[in-house]
């Protein structure tokens, strides 16, 4: 097994005139998007909370997250992204990935489109 990148585009909910497209790695033991606070912040991304967050370590950590919207395979969603170190790698966790119908196949090291998204 490999590690899975993908080409994405995120801008924020309230004011998406600023892109951001960049590579983030598919993190399937986290559950939401992770981003360098600094890029989020370029783009107009606006703190709208605090949550607490257990790193790969065990150590919980306090972090922002704000309102999103990320375009990924040609689909459009919105969602929460946290507010990561400046030089953090850019993570994209299960929570999107399961709420646009995607799985990781890891042998093609590629995103696959489930057949339809369980609602039960």
Do not use: H, W
């Not at 704000?66 to 395979?73: A, M, R, S, Y």
């Not at 953090?88 to 093609?108: A, C, H, K, Y």
Request: with cysteine; charged share 30%.
């Amino acid at each position: 097994m490999g590690v899975t990148y993908v080409d994405v585009k995120v801008s924020s909910i309230s004011n998406g005139k600023a892109v951001y497209a960049l590579k983030c790695l598919v993190d399937t033991g986290a559950t939401d998007l992770l981003l360098p606070a600094k890029m989020l912040k370029q783009i107009g991304v606006k703190p709208v909370g605090k949550r607490r967050y257990e790193l790969a370590d065990g150590k919980i950590k306090n972090f922002q997250y704000g309102l999103v919207k990320i375009e990924l395979n040609g689909e459009l969603k919105a969602a929460d992204a946290i507010f990561g170190p400046d030089k953090s790698e850019p993570r994209l966790g299960v929570t999107i990935l399961e709420s646009m119908g995607l799985v990781v196949d890891p042998r093609n090291r590629k995103l696959k489109k489930l057949p339809s998204i369980p609602l039960k």
